[in-house]
Every structure is written in structure tokens, then in C-alpha cells.
């Protein structure tokens, strides 16, 4: 009788380390799918001329500054281009995907902390807009601003507050 026992629990422990085992290749088959579904649209971001990268959260592609008017939130006729060729890209790789709309500024003067935090957020919002009106479902767009606190380049060059003037649609996972 104790031997019944004894085998019955090993199999139970052996049946649930396969179950454990087939749910862990589960997971890496669908990161792997994941990883494909990123690298195809990187490729086809890239024949595009968009700059684009994989990160953990997804496909970051980036509008630097010269895609708004100066000290403004809105557009320029290359940005609202930019901004097409990205939702078309996404409508044909990745149609079922959240997308956030990161706006960032740079710091020039620390008493303009509160207007860089606006306009990231105006930036960010017309970005947003501008993707649903090319055909993304706009319930599955985010906004937000940032303002200074992710720079990408120091803030005491010219060349370095141009690169932190930005905003980023990022294709989530």
C-alpha cells in the first residue's frame, strides 16, 4: 500500500513538472514569435528611412525635433509624412498592438521645467491624433509627456537638446 502511494505522488510530481515544462516552451515559442514579429517590422520601419529600435516595452521609433515647428506642437509637412509611413507600417505588421506616444523635451533653463512638461504632452497628444486620423484604432493609443526627465543626449550642447526634442511611438509587445 505504501508503495501505491509512494508511486502515485511520483507521478503526480513528474506529470506536473512536464505540464511546468510545456508551459515554459510555450512562453519562449510565443517570445521568439514576438521577437520575429519586431525584426520584420524594424526591417520594413528601416526600408522606410524611420529610425527605429527594439526595446523591452517594443518598437520605438523616433521623431526627433525637425518634425514639429519651432517651440510648437504642431507638424511639419515632413513630420505629418513621418507620421503617415509609420501608421501605414503599423496597419500592415502589427494592427492588433498598443502604441504609447512619448513626448520629450530638452532642458535649457530649469525655470522652463513647467512649459517643456506641456509641450512634450501637446507633442505627444498631436502625434497620438495624427495616428488615428491615418487609420490606427485610437483606442489603442496612449499619450504622455515627459518633459526633460529621459533625455538621450546631454542638455549642454546644441546638438544634444536637438536630439532630446522628440517624441517617441512606441509599438508595444
Known amino acids: 500500500m505504501l508503495g501505491l502511494g509512494a508511486g502515485a505522488l511520483v507521478g503526480d510530481q513528474l506529470q506536473g513538472q512536464e505540464q511546468k515544462q510545456q508551459e515554459q516552451q510555450r512562453q519562449l515559442d510565443q517570445q521568439r514569435a514576438e521577437i520575429e514579429k519586431n525584426r520584420a517590422l524594424l526591417d520594413e520601419l528601416k526600408r522606410s528611412n524611420i529610425e527605429a529600435r527594439e526595446t523591452d516595452r517594443g518598437v520605438a521609433v523616433n521623431l526627433p525635433s525637425v518634425n514639429f515647428q519651432f517651440d510648437s506642437a504642431n507638424l511639419t509637412s515632413e513630420g505629418r509624412e513621418r507620421v503617415r509611413q509609420i501608421a501605414s507600417v503599423v496597419n500592415r505588421q502589427a494592427r492588433d498592438r498598443r502604441i504609447a506616444v512619448e513626448g520629450h523635451a530638452s532642458r535649457e533653463r530649469a525655470d522652463q521645467e513647467v512649459y517643456n512638461q506641456q509641450l512634450s504632452e501637446r507633442r505627444a497628444r498631436t502625434v497620438a491624433d495624427e495616428l488615428g486620423y491615418d487609420g490606427l484604432d485610437p483606442n489603442r493609443i496612449s499619450s504622455r509627456g515627459l518633459g526633460t526627465r529621459s533625455p538621450i543626449a546631454p542638455n549642454d550642447t546644441d546638438e544634444g537638446r536637438g536630439k532630446n526634442r ?8
Request: proline share 0%.
Open 166 to 173: 522628440r517624441v517617441e511611438v512606441i509599438i508595444e509587445n
